[in-house]
Structure formats: structure tokens, C-alpha cells
């Protein structure tokens, strides 16, 4: 077991070994409380310098509000982070970070790669969390978000924007631990108000492999939103259980909490959609059916089923035109899996979803997502028969979560934009009246933006 006071640097090393040699010539007693007085001292000088001083963390962790303990662990991570800097050593961060998480297998990385290079040596780097807002998309995950400050004597001040993904260990006396740093996307959903809410979309997600899952995924955690829309075929071949837990789960899975899902046809493979439903369990059928609805904001946003009976009279047809009259909300987004247009090589255009686009249309709906095409493609707004006006729905078809990219045929009617050549997501802001968008491939390339756009 490694000591506990090797996260230390030299200085405070040499300090805390004179305290030992002075402690070994007392008695045992003496001794014994010495060491403990150390090892508090110890503990507290983890604390970066600004702000007040962090009690003991078994002491705080009895005490805190689990935001509050996430935020203080986080700063101790951190700090931890820029000792580790200038050693080298990754016995500094091993106590504050997941050792299997993305972000100190990164620093693993590092450090392999400096290995034959001197340390650079203290003063340490120092890294101070500002502004800090605290989000919990899961029971197990608290998102620190706000402006992190680097700084070191000689150098110039480095200042990011990130979300601090900490994810508690749930061992007896378990502290939170670093798990990822991604980069906050300015407008993103973590920095707005509760007015403006932010969500991501996108379809055709998770190969039966690690893959664009895992790079759309990071991009999710980057934007912060305070929804995901999944528009179907989210775990290929078949969405068994067993896949959607080994390769949907340790990727998308991450916001699992904050996810409004929609089936696919590759989900309908299993019968009865049976691993879809298992695996998302009531958020699937939040009323007992697999087509449901939900406020966000302003907004009206509706989760139609493309797999089940769609048909003018059909019980889930009935029930859209029924959502749609109670709704008091002015702007309104529905979503699903089979587009209505495309200008997809895979299938294109599916006329058996017209009743839902002329629903919608009928109720002045304002946006439609879809996926199952593998590519990205936005219409400018048309009626239900493809021909274009101010007071149509504007489609997206956003099939580029993470499986194999597909082509085009020649473009269709109204399309705007199309690429094929990117996994990417769809990031809606949803303003009180409006909405604006912003299409991200997986290295956060916006490729596609416009708004704010005003709701019929």
C-alpha cells in the first residue's frame, strides 16, 4: 500500500519526515498522536490556497451535502492535478482520480511519454475552480461546471472552460474521484437558465463494439444538456439487453438519467423491442406506453414510436392529435425514428409516418428529429407533401451517433445541408418562443448552426 503522504512534493516531505524523526524519540502514546496530527495537517494541504480551508475528508464527508463534498473533492483532484504536472508522478493523483477513467488513463499517457525527460520540479501548478455550478445527472455523477484558472510563477495564466465529471466511490468511506474534463461549449446547457434549456439529439448510436459511440458520447458530457433525445436504433445489431449493457451503457449510458429515448427498427430485432424496454426501463413508457410527451422550458416535446401501428385512426395516432389539443405550450417537438424526407442512399423518405407530420402540422408543431438514415441532413420547413412554407415543420434528420456513416442520393426538395462524412450530434437551445441549432461532429466541429428561429 502505497503512504498516504506521497502525494506531497519534496518540501513538504522533508518538513513532515523531520515531524517523524522528533516523534520516534517519544514515547508510543506521543507518537501515535503526532503522526495523527500529521496526517490532518497533511490532508488540509491538499486544499488549493484560495478559499477556505477543506476540514478532513472523513470529517467532511460525514458532514457535507453531496454537492458540497463533490466540489471540495473536485479542488482536491485538481490540485492534486497540478502537483502531478510538474513530477511527473502518478502516485500524486492515483487517491483523487478513477485510475479506469478516461481522464488518468489520459495522464497515464503523459507520463509514459515524459518518462526520459527530467520532472520539471516544483512550485506546482495551480489550479483553482471559480464559479462552480453543480449538476447531477445521475445519483453516482455530480458535473462541476465553471472556469478552471492555471497558473504558475513564470507563466502565463491559462484559463478553462470545463465540466468536472466526479463520480462517487461507493465504498465505505468513498470520497468523490475525478472521472473526466470536457470542454464546456459556450450556450451549452450546464451555463444557461432553466428558460433556455439546452438538449442533444441523434439515432443510430452504438455498434456492437466500442466505436462513434464512445466520441459522441464525450461530446454529450462536453455540451452538458439538460436532455438526450435518442431517435432509435440506439444499440445495433438486434438491441439485445447484453449489448445495450457491454456497449450502450458505458458510453451513452453516462446520462442514462437525463435520456428520453425512442425505439428504432434494429431494436424491434429482439421481440417485442424486449432489451430496449428492459434497459430503460420506465423512462421508455413513462405512462405505461412507448410514445409519450414532456415539457422542457417553453417547449412541448413528443416521443412518437416508428415500429408499432402509426395509421390515420391507429390508438398511438389518437393519441397525438389528443396530446396535441391539451398542450398550452406554443412551440412544440416531436421525434422518432423513419424520416419522412430523405435524401438517404439507405432507404430515403418514409410516407408511412405521414399521419404524425399531419398531426403536427395541423398543431403548428415547429421541429421534427428523426434518424435511421446515417447521415446528417436539415429541410427548411415544408407541409405534410414536401412543399416548402414559412409555416411548416422544419425536419432533421440526425442518423450520426455513432454507426456506420451512410451516403446520399440527389438531394430532395427544402434540403438545406447535408454531410456524410462525420458522426456527429444535433444541439437544440430551447428559448421561451424560439430555438436555435447547432449540428457537432464527434471532435466539436460545428458544422451546421442557425437561430434563433421564431415558433409558429
Known sequence: MPDPLDCLDEREREWLRAIRRRSARRDRMVGATAALVVLIVAVQLLAPGEGPRLRPLAAATAAARPEEQAVADGRRALAAWGRFAVTNDLTVVRPWFWTNGPQFRQLSRQASLRARQRPLGPPAYHFVLTVARVAAPSPDYRVLSGQVRVSRPGEAVQTHRWNVWMRHDASPGGRWRLWTVARAIRGSGLARSPSDPVVVAAGDISPPHIGGQKQTSDLVLAIGPAAVLTLGDNQYPKGSLAHFRRYYHP???????????????????????DGYFRYFGAAARPAGKSYYSFDLGGWHLIALNSQIDRRLGSPQDRWLRKDLVGTRKRCILAYWHFPRFSSGAHEG??????????????ARADLVLTGHEHSYERFAPQGPGGRGTPQGIR??????GGAYITP????????????SDTWGLLELTLHRGSYSWRFESEDGDVLDRGGPVACH
Open 395 to 400: 425536419q432533421f434528420v440526425v442518423g450520426t
Open 251 to 273: 458510453t451513452w449510458g453516462r446520462f442514462k438519467a437525463i435520456t428520453k429515448p425512442t425505439p428504432g427498427n434494429h431494436e424491434y430485432e429482439t421481440p417485442g423491442a
Open 349 to 362: 423518405g418514409n410516407p408511412s409516418v405521414a399521419p404524425f407530420w399531419n398531426a403536427l402540422f395541423l
Open 408 to 419: 446520399f442520393t440527389a438531394p430532395k426538395p427544402n434540403s438545406q445541408i447535408r454531410r
